[in-house]
């Protein structure tokens, strides 16, 4: 018999995820410039990396060209779920700012890791200060306001770090300097407790439940960082083999640690020089026509060397490497196909699609946030039950479909009988290639039909002989020989 356990004895946490907190601080990561909230300075200049930038503004092409649904899982929506998806389809439509900006908003965890956004709701009527475009009463969507990466400062959990509570906001970090008697400014200084109940919070990546996610941009830093110092090295090398490396010669006693002040100053004034020669702030410089008596030498004297002697590395192949690894890391590698001496176009063909896959499951991590947070919480506070069945914001595909392939596809599955023609695939076939749908409820033309109903292949037919198929030449007249998809 097996042995009986007591629901109690199961249903609780023993031991906890066992993330790094340090008061209110994540100290997970391992290098000090990707953590928070030192990161941030880190991410900036990060975003402004050509390569970097240029995933940025691919994936957010995707984005706004997304169209999102309502709709219920697995099933014929019933007339309860009905009334519900029209109802947050209008909240979707009814917020002081558009639904595609609050996506594009959210879409800064690609940056920090994390977005965190305020919940505020309204009446949908002449209540409240924020207006509606129905009368119905019920508690919609006011705005979904971002809260400033730059302001989050602490996490806070309950007592076994099981469960966030509230984020700390600090507006001292940022400034209003248009009206310094404003509240916002009486707010600086003060930590503002944001309880998780009363927050959207949008994550990228998270592991072991850690609030501020990943940042895509960790896994870019040590290529990002390479990059950099190389080109660096390349900016000042082509500087040099252009301006030459300047040089100045001083008398040995100007430069000892024991010399007197004004040679010491002597020293630093030319050191000065050198400086501000490499940096293109000085046109020229005056040395003193001197001579040692004895030796007949100028005492002071300034060259300007070129650099000679081969390069060892290239550093554009260098260069374009961690290029490569920077958009890989995006799903962005595409924008390279083109640019090098291979490549083709099937093979930009998938790369697209694996592209737009992406981008999709980034959107459904921004869409899993309103479907287990808000859309719940809304419909709850409306009078809705919870019985798990709840509509969810969806996303169509991003990637639009080869016409071309999906023709050749539909030609030979449907000529060998491997899949039918009937309303349904007339229907989806319509929606895919953006045709307006057919209105079933007028009468159907025969002769509006393709092949008067019964199109199939003819491909073979000029092989035949006598019924059986068996001739090795083509006989004239056949059109279908042409083409080679049939």
């Given amino acids: 018999m097996a042995k009986e356990y007591k629901l109690n004895m199961l249903n609780s946490e023993l031991s906890t995820i066992g993330l790094k907190v340090n008061s209110g601080y994540i100290v997970e990561e391992m290098y000090s410039d990707l953590r928070w909230p030192q990161s941030k300075t880190t991410f900036n200049k990060m975003w402004y990396d050509p390569s970097i930038a240029a995933a940025n503004q691919t994936i957010k092409s995707f984005v706004r060209n997304a169209e999102y649904n309502v709709t219920v899982e697995n099933q014929t929506p019933s007339e309860e779920q009905k009334e519900q998806i029209n109802f947050i389809k209008s909240c979707m439509g009814d917020m002081e700012q558009s639904f595609n900006d609050v996506i594009n908003e959210a879409l800064s965890f690609l940056k920090y890791g994390y977005s965190v956004h305020e919940k505020v709701f309204k009446y949908r009527d002449s209540r409240g200060k924020y207006k509606s475009r129905f009368t119905d009463g019920k508690i919609g969507w006011a705005k979904l306001p971002i809260r400033s990466q730059d302001t989050i400062t602490r996490w806070f959990f309950d007592e076994m770090g099981r469960k966030l509570e509230y ?16 509240p916002y400014n009486k707010l600086a200084g003060k930590a ?54 300047p040089v100045i010669k001083l008398p040995p006693e100007y430069m000892s640690d024991d010399a007197p002040a004004d040679k010491k100053a002597v020293y630093e004034y030319y050191k000065d020089v050198i400086r501000n020669l490499h940096a293109n702030q000085q046109a020229g410089l005056i040395l003193p026509q001197f001579v040692d008596p004895e030796t007949k030498v100028e005492m002071f004297k300034f060259d300007l060397v070129s650099v000679e ?17 920077i958009l890989m890391t995006y799903l962005a590698d595409v924008l390279k196909l083109g640019q090098d001496a291979s490549g083709s176009f099937a093979l930009s063909d998938n790369k697209t699609n694996l592209l737009a896959v992406g981008i999709k499951s980034i959107i459904d991590e921004v869409l899993q946030e309103f479907n287990k947070d808000l859309i719940p919480q809304t419909l709850i506070m409306n009078g809705w039950e919870d019985k798990g069945d709840f509509p969810k914001i969806t996303v169509d595909d991003l990637d639009e479909r080869d016409l071309t392939v999906l023709g050749k596809f539909l030609q030979q599955a449907i000529s060998v009988g491997a899949i039918e023609t009937d309303q349904n695939l007339s229907d989806w076939l319509r929606e895919t290639i953006g045709a307006p749908a057919v209105d079933r409820t007028k009468p159907l033309d025969p002769t509006m039909v393709a092949g008067g109903g019964n199109a199939v292949s003819r491909s073979g037919d000029g092989m035949k002989t006598a019924g059986n198929g068996t001739a090795k030449t083509v006989t004239g007249g056949d059109a279908n020989t042409g083409n080679a998809s049939k």
């Fill in 192 to 245: 503002i407790k944001l309880p998780r109940n009363r927050l959207l919070h949008f994550r990228h990546n998270p592991e072991r439940n850690n609030p501020e996610g990943n940042s895509p941009l960790k896994t870019c830093y040590l290529p990002w960082r390479y990059k950099n110092q190389i080109e660096e090295y390349q900016a000042a090398g082509i500087s040099r083999d252009l301006g030459g490396l």
């Fill in 167 to 182: 984020v700390e906001q600090d507006l001292s970090l940022v400034s209003n300097t248009y009206n310094p008697d404003s």
């Fill in 309 to 325: 002697g081969g390069k060892m590395y290239d550093t554009v192949k260098i260069i374009n490497n961690y290029e490569n690894k």
